[in-house]
């Protein structure tokens, strides 16, 4: 981000009475535009959340209905949860830039017209988020954020829901034992301990996504 001067003059101070009208109407439009673009991808964002949650219930209706259906439909679900996570992390990277957007004018501009002083300099910086648009995180960042809101406990629920699949299973046919049900794992010619492997890879990378992400604002104190 666009570094801001340490220190200033009385004299390269700004205020509201600088600004032209067409500037300062300019300024308030760009702010409702941004404002307007956070509400529809916060209403996007849910729209997903709201996707993998039907998704989820859907496929654990399905397994679960009948011992016929199998257990893998539950790595199916794990697999479109990863899609929606994926569309929801970058349409919150799109909200996050509106956001800073939003921020930077809400703490230079607004206090400017109301008489404060701000730091006269900060257009470059608005120049330089409009030019060329940039997320305040990293996509592996957005994918960790939106995993710590919601999505590991939609996990947690495919988890759960796909442990109870294999032991109703395993249930019918022997006594529980821990080979019991790797077997019960197992899809088609592919065994059940390779199956179990790549589900805890999988939840693993997922983990390490959530305890790894940050959110760092450049506007942001401390």
Do not use: C
Request: proline share 5%.
């Amino acid at each position: 981000m666009t570094a801001m001067p340490a220190s200033l003059s009385p004299t390269e101070f700004q205020t509201g009475a600088d600004y032209s009208t067409n500037t300062a109407n300019a300024l308030i439009h760009l702010y409702r535009a941004e404002v307007g673009k956070m509400t529809a991808y916060r209403q996007r964002l849910d729209m997903t959340t709201n996707w993998a949650v039907v998704t989820t219930a859907g496929v654990a209706s399905f397994a679960l209905g009948s011992s016929d259906n199998s257990h893998a439909t539950f790595l199916f679900a794990m697999f479109m949860n990863y899609f929606f996570l994926h569309l929801e992390a970058r349409r919150f990277r799109i909200f996050e830039i509106s956001v800073h957007r939003v921020r930077i004018m809400e703490r230079f501009f607004y206090p400017a017209m109301l008489g404060e002083r701000p730091d006269p300099h900060w257009h470059q910086l608005l120049l330089a988020e409009l030019s060329r648009p940039r997320s305040p995180m990293s996509r592996a960042d957005s994918l960790g954020w939106r995993l710590r809101r919601n999505y590991l406990w939609i996990y947690t629920a495919v988890l759960i829901a796909w442990f109870a699949k294999l032991d109703i299973s395993r249930a019918k046919e022997v006594a529980f034992t821990p080979r019991s049900l790797l077997d019960m794992a197992s899809i088609g010619n592919i065994p059940g301990w390779l199956v179990f492997g790549l589900v805890a890879a999988f939840y693993g990378f997922l983990i390490r996504l959530t305890v790894r992400a940050t959110r760092d604002y450049p506007l942001e104190e401390g």
